[in-house]
């Protein structure tokens, strides 16, 4: 993605941390056999958090319809708009091709059917209205790379031809159903009728795509619909005297998946990330109330960087990071049923201008994640993510450049979802991040 390519003062009293505790027999492979070592704990290493804004993310090809939008109190005005093309594999009424035949059949209806996909986030028991209008502009991306992204727009006509008002069911309820204008279903059915749409090409040059725009005055959630069972269906029937009239249907839908996105956009304004810097560069969390802030679709990440790992190899003159682990703590409040808390975070691996190189690998070249504990107390202070980083921190701490790599964290559904997850910094009061490193002098 070519827009996605994607904190230790080091005292002289570092060594006073490990303590006789801490101490203890350790083995490393085969060289060290014969001998025992000095494994030091330190925990005060300087942690630096930030949050950074991904210039943009892929949202087609994701096979989600995303749609709603809602006020988050920590992330701000959350919208997303879903635009698609439709297509068809037959362009013809039920006919044997006799004119005659054709004469008969007459217009009854038109709607939208869209599949739930099970993906819901905010406030389900609210009442979300959205409508539905015609595009004007092709469904074609004006990037050299063939994709769409969450700031990707198309141009449509403020005309609705549909609405509805709805509670969201996505785990109770199949599908929804939108009534569309009969204006505009006649249109089309009389094109069929009359042959002037035959084929793709003259069908899209009729009609372009359509786009799901939520309302902005009483939408709480962000609801997610299937893009490969949701269609537009078409209503007729064959008129015949004295005789029961034979009902059809046509079905529009989303066949090319790479021509279906979502636009995802937030404003930030008056919220504490409002200042947030253009992609290359980063909030700390010292000015964001000690918080680091992640939320899939916006592109909103969280960052981390080890300013002094060198400092390290002053501790002996022969030594290594054998382990290390990240624990980050979701701040309180910040997570509840309508806001749950993802069950793991994507962790890659970037330069200091949030250039993204690839996920961080353990030393089997295993995708590493922070993986959430769930395991509650009464004031939550187990809950938190972890990540192994010890081979990434030793690579760090043996570089001969001055360059310094930074963790950035996202969540595993990052273009077709809104979750988020808020943590805090080591000076944040209640939920502070903490490194554990184990140092092993031979």
Do not use: W
């Not at 918080?291 to 190899?313: A, L, M, N």
């Not at 691996?349 to 949030?354: E, K, S, T």
Request: glycine residues 6%; charged residues 20%; proline residues 3%.
């Amino acid at each position: 993605m070519h827009k996605f390519i994607l904190m230790f003062f080091f005292a002289l009293s570092l060594i006073s941390c490990g303590t006789d505790t801490d101490a203890g027999e350790f083995v490393v492979g085969s060289d060290y056999l014969a001998l025992n070592n000095k494994v030091i704990l330190v925990d005060t290493m300087t942690v630096e958090m930030s949050t950074i804004n991904l210039d943009s993310l892929i949202t087609s090809g994701q096979s989600r319809i995303l749609i709603g939008n809602y006020d988050d109190p920590l992330f701000g005005k959350i919208k997303s708009d879903s635009y698609f093309q439709l297509s068809t594999t037959t362009y013809a009424l039920n006919n044997s091709g006799s004119d005659t035949e054709a004469v008969k059949f007459v217009f009854d209806s038109i709607s939208m059917i869209l599949k739930y996909d099970n993906y819901y986030y905010g406030d389900t028991t609210k009442v979300q209205t959205f409508d539905i209008h015609r595009l004007i502009q092709k469904v074609k991306p004006n990037t050299e790379d063939n994709n769409f992204y969450n700031n990707s727009a198309l141009s449509y006509s403020p005309e609705s031809l549909g609405t509805i008002s709805y509670k969201p069911r996505p785990i109770e309820k199949d599908s929804i159903n939108i009534k569309m204008s009969s204006t505009f279903g006649e249109e089309l059915f009389q094109k069929l009728k009359k042959r002037e749409v035959t084929d793709f090409d003259t069908f899209t040059e009729y009609l372009k795509g359509f786009v799901l725009v939520p309302s902005s005055s009483n939408s709480s959630s962000v609801i997610g619909f299937s893009a490969t069972t949701s269609k537009v269906r078409l209503y007729y029937s064959k008129y015949q005297a004295n005789v029961e009239e034979v009902p059809y249907v046509i079905d529009f839908t989303i066949l090319d998946k790479s021509k279906q996105f979502n636009a995802i956009s937030s404003d930030k304004s008056g919220t504490l990330l409002q200042n947030l810097p253009v992609p290359a560069s980063k909030l700390a969390s010292s000015l964001t109330e000690h918080q680091g802030f992640i939320q899939s679709g916006t592109g909103v990440s969280c960052r981390i960087d080890f300013p002094s790992i060198k400092e390290f190899k002053r501790i002996s003159a022969s030594g290594a990071i054998v382990d290390a682990e990240l624990l980050l703590k979701p701040v309180n409040n910040s997570y509840s049923d309508k806001y749950p808390l993802a069950d793991s975070l994507s962790v890659y691996v970037a330069d200091n201008l949030n250039r993204v190189s690839g996920p961080l690998l353990n030393s089997q070249s295993k995708t590493v994640y922070g993986i959430l504990n769930k395991k509650t107390d009464e004031f939550n202070e187990n809950i938190g993510y972890t990540i192994p980083i010890g081979g990434f921190l030793q690579k760090e701490m043996l570089k001969q450049s001055d360059s310094k790599s930074s963790l950035i964290l996202t969540l595993p559904v990052l273009s077709k979802a809104v979750n988020r997850v808020v943590l805090g910094d080591q000076k944040h009061l209640n939920n502070k991040i903490q490194l554990k490193i184990y140092y092993i002098s031979y």
